[in-house]
């Protein structure tokens, strides 16, 4: 996973069931982001851990626009398992 495959992502939304709040994933996106492209430059600068991203929480909606939280959290794994890859290197 390349940092531009975290820009690129897009998450269906909800909004009659439950959610994640946008703003919150978007920002945590960012963060994952930048971590990739720091190991991508060689240079990582105050990474995410594999950790990190599984202790992520998200502000629920309801009756509101929100990510898919299923879309979301199975991208969250991929993105686990490829900062995994990167801390072993």
């Not at 969250?76 to 490829?82: I, R, S």
């Amino acid at each position: 996973m390349r940092a531009e495959d975290v820009r690129a992502k897009r998450f269906g939304t909800t909004k009659w069931r439950e959610g994640y709040e946008q703003d919150d994933v978007d920002a945590f996106l960012d963060r994952v982001q930048r971590t990739l492209a720091g190991y991508e430059l060689r240079r990582p600068v105050d990474p995410l851990e594999p950790e990190d991203v599984v202790a992520a929480r998200f502000t629920p909606t309801r009756f509101r626009a929100g990510y898919d939280q299923g879309q979301v959290d199975d991208f969250l794994d991929q993105v686990v398992v490829a900062l995994r890859t990167h801390r072993g290197h």
